[in-house]
């Protein structure tokens, strides 16, 4: 089965930096990816990780630990439009397992 | 724009009625996938194809619920005697097997709502 835990809730200031945790404990990984999805549209990609350490990608940065089955989504120079529900999910095979989301609310 | 379209984007039934949604999937992609999503969770996976063929189905799939996508390019999914229990977004996503990533990319979903 898969298991994957992220914050429910989320607040930050307009130009702060919020990072967002993802621990998982799945069976089969090839991959974890981070959505970002605006409530009732759909998620769009952000990032990928596959192996251990940081991507960047402007002002958004993912970080991956498989032997500690952790990642976590760095969000920096918050803007409004940031909030949103940030979604984990693990690939296994090529079907996605997601996490619940973390709904970030970004404050003036 | 994401490129996958999913039509309807609302759709409101009475308990009992059949609907039928469909996926237009990124042209070039190979890989579609349907995923149910309910407030406040992420979306669960539901099927899977490669080309025509349906590869997978979930355990959350009952059989009420069946998916075709008869040529290999568009998908419908099809909801038999819906239950109220049935209303979520139900979302599409492609992606190109052996491409970068294999990103799967998602439509905007279709909202359905079983009264």
């Known amino acids: 089965g898969q298991n994957i835990d992220q914050p429910t809730e989320m607040t930050a200031t307009e130009g702060a930096i919020v990072q967002i945790n993802c621990t998982y404990q799945t069976s089969g990984f090839n991959g974890l990816f981070w959505y970002q999805q605006h409530a009732g549209e759909a998620p769009t990609f952000l990032s990928y990780n596959v192996l251990d350490g940081l991507e960047e990608k402007g002002r958004f940065s993912s970080f991956l630990s498989r032997s500690k089955g952790y990642s976590y989504l760095l969000l920096k120079e918050l803007q409004m439009k940031d909030s949103a529900s940030y979604l984990c999910a693990v690939r296994a095979d090529y079907k996605l397992s997601f996490g619940a989301g973390t709904t970030v609310t970004v404050r003036a | 724009d994401t490129g996958v379209s999913q039509d309807p984007r609302h759709k409101i039934t009475k308990r009992g009625q059949n609907v039928t949604f469909r996926c237009d999937p990124i042209s070039e992609h190979n890989r579609l996938y349907w995923y149910r999503q309910t407030l406040g969770q992420g979306p669960e996976f539901l099927t899977y194809?490669?080309?025509?063929?349906?590869?997978?189905k979930s355990r959350l799939l009952s059989d009420r619920f069946s998916a075709e996508r008869p040529k290999g390019s568009f998908s419908t999914l099809e909801i038999q005697r819906t239950e109220q229990g049935d209303s979520a977004m139900y979302l599409c996503a492609s992606s190109l097997a052996g491409g970068s990533k294999e990103t799967q990319y998602f439509g905007p979903g279709t909202r359905l709502l079983v009264l």
């Open positions: 194809f490669q080309n025509e063929a349906q590869l997978e």
